[in-house]
């Protein structure tokens, strides 16, 4: 009843921001398709993964969730619990759990820990359960948890139906890590957690005017961007993303509250990464809700673009990446 599994994070080309009011809130159900790469971070032992053990026993009196050694409470745990309770339900086991997780990078701060975290809760959790899933129901499962992490169930690129109820919103692969050439240099300006999370930005997207509109152009692109993906379009991909996060990011500044996540260094980035494509070295930059941008290109423009970002004011470092595999198995674990 014990069992392991790592997970990797993903950046989200074309983004979500918001969740269907019109079902259960808890299932997750986003108000567009997504469209995202699995990332394996290749920097200096940063891989972007989450490690996570879970155990099952009717020796435990409590059910106990330890991220970074620390004791989870509060939203985190009602998180947790969610996809424990859902897999534990269908397996007709009521013993209660011990998990325990590790990051190999900093958590809330934009780089999508949620995704990797609760992708290897999902699979993890249900291999200790004795219960057997395809890849696309294991992401549904994921989406309890948080919605971007039902992408990360798979590898290489992902295209996330928003569906309309549980069973129709999943994660399928378009194509695995190496079907397509795209890394990315991740410009590092904040790693402090940040002031609102993904979680609770959510729930403001609706209050910005522009939010009908991002939904219905993020429908055109996600899939206008899965046909780019598999014809190998590299500067058409780049380009949509680049669009569809500045349509995410219009939203956030035109919410209530409004939500600035860049900070000055984020603009340089943007700046920077405009002149430089001007200059004939292709790159594009996305950004999650956080000030961090991810500047996109193709492998053999990665060194190059790594040292030219790395000397942009107010980028504290850099995080080289590209497309990583699917959440798997592990005989390793933590406890
Ligand atoms: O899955 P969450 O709740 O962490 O939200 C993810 C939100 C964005 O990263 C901004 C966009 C996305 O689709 O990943």
């Known amino acids: 009843m014990k069992s392991s599994a790592i997970a990797h994070s993903n950046i989200a080309l074309i983004k979500y921001w918001g969740r269907s009011q019109e079902h259960d809130p808890n299932l997750n159900i986003p108000l567009n398709d997504t469209v995202s790469m699995t990332k394996y971070g290749i920097s200096d032992g940063i891989r972007l993964q989450t490690h996570t053990t879970i155990e099952f026993s009717s020796d435990f009196d409590e059910d106990t969730a330890i991220v970074e050694r620390e004791k989870i409470t509060g939203r985190h745990r009602e998180r947790i619990i969610r996809v424990i309770d859902h897999l534990r339900a269908l397996a007709k086991v009521d013993d209660k759990f011990k998990m325990m997780s590790h990051n190999d990078f900093p958590v809330q701060a934009g780089l999508a820990s949620s995704a990797s975290a609760f992708a290897a809760l999902a699979l993890a959790t249900a291999d200790a359960l004795g219960l057997k899933f395809s890849r696309e129901e294991l992401s549904k499962i994921a989406r309890l948890g948080s919605g971007s992490a039902a992408r990360s169930i798979h590898g290489g690129f992902v295209y996330c139906h928003k569906g309309n109820s549980h069973e129709t919103a999943f994660a399928e692969q378009i194509c695995t890590e190496d079907c397509f050439d795209m890394n990315a240099v991740i410009a590092v300006v904040d790693l402090e957690k940040k002031e609102v999370t993904s979680d609770e930005g959510h729930q403001f997207a609706n209050t910005s005017p522009f939010n009908n509109i991002r939904i219905q152009k993020s429908q ?116």
């Open 220 to 335: 055109q692109q996600a899939s206008e961007m899965r046909r780019l993906i598999l014809e190998n379009k590299f500067d058409a991909v780049g380009q949509i993303a680049e669009t569809n996060c500045l349509y995410m990011h219009s939203v956030m500044m035109t919410s209530q509250p409004a939500l600035f996540y860049w900070q000055p260094a984020t603009l340089n980035i943007i700046k920077k990464i405009q002149h430089l494509r001007k200059e004939g070295l292709p790159s594009y930059f996305t950004i999650d809700a956080g000030p961090n941008v991810h500047c996109l290109c193709q492998s053999k423009n990665t060194g190059e673009l790594q040292k030219i970002i790395e000397k942009i004011e107010g980028v504290k470092r850099t995080i080289l990446v590209r497309p990583g595999g699917d959440t798997i198995l592990t005989n390793e674990h933590l406890f």
